[in-house]
């Protein structure tokens, strides 16, 4: 996984700076951690920063099924040259769950949110946080894309998702495909400001 400046595989805890520089925090004393048994990310008042052209700000890769979780806890903003939080399966199910009592503000070039499966379902579920996204490069804000004949699902519950970009949301799938199957759910009162 990455995050921001470094390379993450193990349980951790971090400090960022203004500029989005990662540096050792303590259990105590943290903006972001990871939980490598549970595979949960926690952003707390985390600012994290990626100039990599060809990358993300947060991303993870693989080849297995990806079932990874965001806890969102006071005020993160996250900024990219690219793309903003990544998430890939080439041959497995993809999966991001963003959730917690906070706010999250992502501004990027491409796609602000991205999970993918190359082979099968992707899916994200944002769950009452306060979201704002923009993708400057005119690409979509959130975008899930799952592989062919799959299911392409976002899930809003409870949250509120405000976007400055022209294309908010793409549900999409290979056009090889003989059937797509997108999803787009709001419960709990979430709410889309566009």
Do not use: C, H
Request: aromatic share 8%.
């Amino acid at each position: 996984m990455v995050i921001g400046n470094i390379n993450v595989s193990d349980t951790g805890y971090w400090l960022t700076d203004s500029d989005g520089v990662l540096s050792e925090g303590t259990a105590d004393n943290y903006n972001v951690a990871y939980d490598a048994s549970s595979n949960t990310l926690t952003l707390n008042n985390a600012t994290i920063v990626s100039n990599n052209y060809e990358g993300y700000a947060i991303g993870v890769n693989s080849q297995k099924a990806i079932d990874f979780k965001i806890n969102i806890s006071g005020d993160n903003k996250i900024s990219a040259s690219d793309i903003g939080l990544y998430v890939r399966s080439t041959n497995s199910n993809s999966t991001l769950n963003i959730d917690g009592n906070g706010s999250l503000t992502v501004d990027a070039f491409q796609n602000a949110i991205r999970v993918e499966s190359n082979a099968s379902d992707a899916t994200l579920n944002i769950t009452n946080i306060n979201l704002n996204t923009s993708a400057s490069g005119y690409f979509e804000d959130l975008k899930v894309l799952s592989g062919a004949n799959a299911s392409s699902n976002l899930i809003m519950d409870g949250s509120n998702f405000t976007t400055s970009s022209n294309n908010a949301i793409l549900l999409d799938w290979p056009s090889v495909a003989t059937e797509g199957k997108p999803t787009f759910t709001l419960n709990n009162n979430a709410r889309i400001n566009v």
